[in-house]
T-cell receptor
Framework: DTEVTQTPKHLVMGMTNKKSLKCEQH?????MYWYKQKAKKPPELMFV???????INESVPSRFSPECPNSSLLNLHLHALQPEDSALYLC????????????FGSGTRLTVV | AQTVTQSQPEMSVQEAETVTLSCTYD???????LFWYKQPPSRQMILVIR??????QNATENRFSVNFQKAAKSFSLKISDSQLGDAAMYFC??????????????FGKGTSLLVTP
């Protein structure tokens, strides 16, 4: 299995909703990442988990809450989002101590209404 | 912080021709990794090619090759025999070799490549 699987592919949520994005990989990668990407822009790093511990939080608002329950799974819990949070959310993984690039998932397209 | 600059927002190439996408970066580190990623309309980011800074030899993957000039901090991507499926947004990315950055990738703003028949 050489894939990073993200669910759901599309999500529409209201500003008072609570939802979660899920990311799963079975490549044995011990580093996992959340990126946010606006249209026609590069991905922006949100969080990095290394060996299931949060190692980087790029000053992301608390309405985004990451969770790494085990080495294969990464969640992003969403609560009280704003319309400007609408974007493509990309998950990626990599070997923690390697110079290889990431493997990306195909993303979740989030729309906040 | 390292910055990655892609000075060509859009490029166009005819099928079967060759095109070169530019990328420059700014860093004070001596050891790092450079990548080119492709993002087609399907939105998945696909690794095209990678280069290790301590290797002088330019990386090559089939029709894709790089021109890595470490002193000039330049990392251009050459696509030979362009195909319609090469049409996508291309991102240049930098990754420090030092673990304190958490292996995060710094991306350039991207170059949109159009391939015409």
């Amino acid at each position: 299995d050489t894939e990073v699987t993200q669910t759901p592919k599309h999500l529409v949520m209201g500003m008072t909703n609570k939802k979660s994005l899920k990311c799963e990989q079975h490549m044995g990668h011990r580093a996992m990442y959340w990126y946010k990407q606006k249209a026609k822009k590069p991905p922006e790093l949100m969080f990095v988990y290394s060996y299931e511990k949060l190692s980087i939080n790029e000053s992301v608002p608390s309405r985004f809450s990451p969770e790494c329950p085990n080495s294969s799974l990464l969640n992003l819990h969403l609560h009280a989002l704003q319309p400007e949070d609408s974007a493509l959310y990309l998950c990626a993984s990599s070997p923690a101590d390697s110079n290889y690039g990431y493997t990306f998932g195909s993303g979740t397209r989030l729309t906040v209404v | 912080a390292q910055t990655v600059t892609q000075s060509q927002p859009e490029m166009s190439v005819q099928e079967a021709e060759t095109v070169t996408l530019s990328c420059t970066y700014d860093t004070s580190e001596s050891d790092y990794y450079l990548f080119w990623y492709k993002q087609p309309p399907s939105r998945q980011m696909i690794l095209v090619i990678r280069q290790e800074a301590y290797k002088q030899q330019n990386a090559t993957e089939n029709r894709f090759s790089v021109n890595f000039q470490k002193a000039a901090k330049s990392f251009s991507l050459k696509i030979s025999d362009s195909q319609l499926g090469d049409a996508a947004m291309y991102f240049c990315a930098y990754r420090s070799a030092e673990g304190n950055s958490g292996y995060a990738l710094n991306f350039g703003k991207g170059t949109s490549l159009l391939v015409t028949p």
